[in-house]
T-cell receptor
């Protein structure tokens, strides 16, 4: 069964304190690994797509990496505006997405 | 572009009532998805449309749920009759023409509360 598990469920960081979020997955036929950011009261906002093990993508203070079993979202020197829920999803088949339940990140000033 | 538009943003209804959620996808997008989000289960795919045709409705919980896409610019999700366990945030997402459904653009969601 396709499954996505994110850890930790919640994370509190001081401004400037770097850390990583984990997304482990099992899927038959990975189409891609996706990261989204979700702010309270809003829909998820697309961040990255990773397609193969070893691939990395960066955007500002965020860097996503992918292995055959998991993905990491590294946050370098976070700021309070990085506070949000970060969702990981795997693409299965031609159109399905299986989402994890997310990591709630709070960055304190 | 205005992005994906959903209405209403909030809906409070009583058990047994009919609820209709509406979605306007981004113009030119040929794929549309309806999701339900709860704290316990996260985001769950309910139904997927491609070129206005329902391709996969296996995520629809039961016969009380139905979805339509009469044209490329409008879709509805209907719950009849509604039950308290249907309380959740419902999202609509669309993806662009060209074959790639990798980038989904989500609407702001409809928060449904069934009393």
């Amino acid at each position: 069964e396709d499954q996505v598990t994110q850890s930790p469920e919640a994370l509190r960081l001081q401004e400037g304190e770097s850390s990583s979020l984990n997304c482990s997955y099992t899927v038959s036929g990975l189409r891609g690994l996706f990261w989204y950011r979700q702010d309270p009261g809003k829909g998820p906002e697309f961040l990255f797509t990773l397609y193969s093990a070893g691939e990395e993508k960066e955007k500002e203070r965020l860097k996503a990496t992918l292995t055959k079993k998991e993905s990491f979202l590294h946050i370098t020197a976070p700021k309070p505006e990085d506070s949000a829920t970060y969702l990981c999803a795997v693409g299965s088949g031609t159109y399905k997405y299986i989402f994890g339940t997310g990591t709630r990140l709070k960055v304190l000033a | 572009d205005a992005g994906v538009i959903q209405s209403p943003r909030h809906e409070v209804t009583e058990m047994g009532q009919e609820v209709t959620l509406r979605c306007k996808p981004i113009s030119g997008h040929n794929s549309l998805f309806w999701y339900r989000q709860t704290m316990m289960r996260g985001l769950e795919l309910l139904i997927y449309f491609n070129n206005n045709v329902p391709i996969d409705d296996s995520g629809m919980p039961e016969d009380r749920f139905s979805a339509k896409m009469p044209n490329a610019s409008f879709s509805t999700l209907k719950i009849q009759p509604s039950e308290p366990r249907d309380s959740a945030v419902y999202f609509c997402a669309s993806s662009p023409l060209g074959g790639s459904t990798d980038t989904q653009y989500f609407g702001p969601g409809t928060r449904l509360t069934v009393l």
